[in-house]
């Protein structure tokens, strides 16, 4: 999948989890970027595991985090920057 | 019968020895012994005022704060057990709790005063409410009529407190786990149960008030037991991290100076897999244990080399004989006594007795699997208002003359002196990310959603060597929509139990003898996961 801009690679991470941010009362569409993914209850820490290991299938490359924050991680506008980092990289 | 040293005379004796330290450090604020004391003893008087003693019972409501921890204390106090609730969990899960204890007292922090507006009008009861953190708490109180609602400006000091004499053999906590009916199990533990394991950690270990203990689950987790109490009988301190802190849990770790530290294998596995386990990344940690579910070896190496200093230990209990009943030292090159890639859960603490049995309770010779049972001062009480399952899981073996609890692990001991080997489980329970999960609570709950009488299976999936990862369900309908049983169980169920996946089947394979035939649903998984066009 070539993904390009920011806003690809946000929509991306919003399309893997969109089944979770709706149960934790969340409108996918309308989510802002703040949101702790964490805190707010839509994921814990192993479907943060499996969101980014189906974003590295999605890319086809493996995202290196041993230098993220754990909030790089957590808020969905910090994570979406690291995988774009990446890709840039 | 009084005893020696109990919880809170513990904590007391830190209190008055170490006033001015940190007896807890969480992401809404530290607190000393001497503040943390005030404010227990405070909701103590307050609760014995405007609460009644009956049952004996305060439940302590909320999120990672210092509130949550003077509700526990405030029980104790008031010569009750605490129940620990967790606004993590569903509001519905935690009123059925409620409900089913009648419990009349409820301590709640700001996050909790939240839940309960939505909580309150589910139960039966009409509980006294002290919400500290608010001080305007008229939102609250419209929602809750009939109960008293108290909050921050209206508590009474606590020198109304008493100092009560506390019974070896009443209850000083209440935990829920999952059951396999449906309903959660309440495990009562007792005063007794707790100061043994307490003892026993304090004759292990050479604890003292310089130690920062990493408490890394809920208070509703039994885990949470060690930390807490453990701390504060030394004068250490418990650090609390956030949920997002724990993910990549070294560099709190670090800043915090941890120095003893208890997770389940799941936490060590996250962090492998985020690179939070460099090499001599951890140089504070004193003591790196782990319990919880099977520690696999991996885990053991990555904490072995972030922290070369620290003494590695696998624990091993079951909620029943209270947080833990063995322990195993390993060390990186003890790689013989492995099984499956998995670390022994060791030698029983002293006074406990672990046997390995066959299906009459009967031991089996070394080297054979076989269930294990333990007895001894950490046995529990037994579960709260179910006198049956109480008998069926504490049974008396025969030409034994002590109660035993049945674990459901099925273990081997490597030799007639040697470690035990955890093998797996013997029935339809199961380890997700560390909790223990009855598969049948899931399974109802299925059932229960869809308002008809549908077969549903939980499998545990993906299987990991500890457990597993989550759950795919089976239900065994058509016209059932997914996101809608999702969304009801959500409202019933802690999120570890939510199914990743809900799969529909005209019909289920059978047995031969008519069952559900498990194996074959999980071959289904096995082989839809290596299709990707099934998944």
């Known amino acids: ?89 | 019968m009084k005893v020696a040293v109990d919880l809170l005379a513990a904590f007391i004796r830190s209190s008055e020895r170490h006033p001015h330290r940190i007896a807890a450090r969480t992401p809404s604020g530290s607190v000393t012994y001497a503040e943390l004391r005030r404010r227990s003893m405070s909701l103590a008087a307050t609760l014995d005022r405007r609460a009644p003693a009956d049952p004996p019972l305060t439940c302590s409501l909320g999120g990672r704060t210092p509130t949550a921890y003077a509700g526990i204390l405030a029980a104790l106090y008031r010569g009750h057990g605490y129940l620990p609730l967790s606004t993590s969990h569903p509001a519905a899960r935690n009123a059925e709790v409620l409900s089913r204890t009648g419990c009349a007292a409820i301590v709640a922090d700001e996050l909790g005063a939240r839940q309960l507006i939505e909580l309150v009008g589910r139960l039966e009861q009409r509980p006294t409410l002290v919400v500290p953190d608010l001080v305007d708490p008229t939102e609250l109180r419209e929602h809750a009529s009939g109960c008293a609602v108290i909050g921050g400006d209206e508590l009474e000091s606590g020198e109304a407190a008493v100092d009560r004499e506390t019974e070896a053999a009443s209850l000083a906590y209440l935990l829920f786990t999952s059951g396999s009916t449906g309903t959660p199990k309440g495990v009562m533990v007792s005063h007794d149960n707790v100061t043994s394991f307490v003892s026993s950690i304090l004759a292990r270990y050479d604890f003292s008030e310089g130690d920062v203990f990493l408490q890394s689950s809920e208070l509703t987790f039994d885990l949470s037991v060690f930390p807490v109490w453990v701390a504060w009988a030394v004068g250490g301190c418990v650090l609390w991290p956030s949920a997002t802190q724990m993910i990549k849990p070294g560099s709190t770790l670090r800043r915090e100076g941890v120095t003893v530290s208890l997770v389940v294998p799941s936490v060590g596995r996250v962090m492998l897999k985020l690179g939070d386990l460099e090499p001599g990344s951890l140089p504070s940690l004193r003591y790196a244990l782990f319990c919880g579910e099977a520690l696999p070896v991996e885990v053991a190496r990555g904490w072995s080399r972030a922290a070369p200093g620290a003494t590695i230990e696998n624990l091993y209990g079951p909620t029943e004989a209270t947080v833990a009943c063995t322990a195993h030292t390993w060390r990186p090159e003890d790689d013989e006594e492995e099984e499956a890639g998995v670390v022994p859960i060791g030698r029983p603490f002293p006074g406990m007795d672990c046997l390995v049995v066959d299906a009459s309770l009967r031991e089996v010779p070394s080297g054979e699997v076989g269930e294990l049972i333990v007895a001894g001062p950490q046995v529990a009480l037994g579960y709260f208002q179910d006198p049956e399952r109480t008998a069926a899981c504490f049974p008396v073996p025969p030409g034994r003359s002590e109660r035993f609890y049945r674990t459901g692990d099925l273990v081997r001991r490597t030799s007639a002196q040697g470690p035990l080997v955890y093998v797996g489980r013997s029935d339809h329970q199961v380890k997700i990310r560390g909790h223990r999960v009855e598969l049948g609570e899931i399974e109802a709950a299925l059932r229960r959603a869809s308002a008809s009488s549908i077969r549903a299976v939980a499998l545990p999936w993906p299987r990991t060597a500890s457990g597993a990862d989550g759950v795919v369900a089976f239900v065994e309908a058509d016209g059932v929509v997914a996101s809608v049983l999702r969304r009801a169980l959500r409202d019933h169920l802690p999120d570890y139990m939510i199914p990743t996946e809900i799969r529909f089947l005209p019909g289920f394979p059978s047995t031969p003898n008519g069952k559900v035939d498990r194996r074959r649903l999980e071959q289904l998984l096995e082989e839809a996961h290596g299709n990707p066009q099934l998944c």
Do not use: K, W, Y
Not at chain 1, 11 to 22: E, F, G, P, Q, W
Not at chain 1, 65 to 81: I, K, N
């Open chain 1, 1 to 89: 999948m070539e993904i390009h801009s920011s806003a690809e690679v946000r929509s991306l991470v919003i399309d893997l989890i969109a089944t979770s941010l709706r149960e934790a009362g969340h409108d996918p569409a309308r989510v802002g970027d703040e949101i702790n993914l964490l805190e707010s209850g839509v994921l814990d820490s192993l479907g943060l595991l499996s969101l980014i290991s189906d974003v590295e299938d999605r890319l086809g490359t493996e995202l290196e985090l041993s230098d993220a924050e754990p909030e790089d991680l957590a808020v969905l506008g910090r994570f979406c920057r690291q995988v774009e980092r990446q890709l840039g990289g």
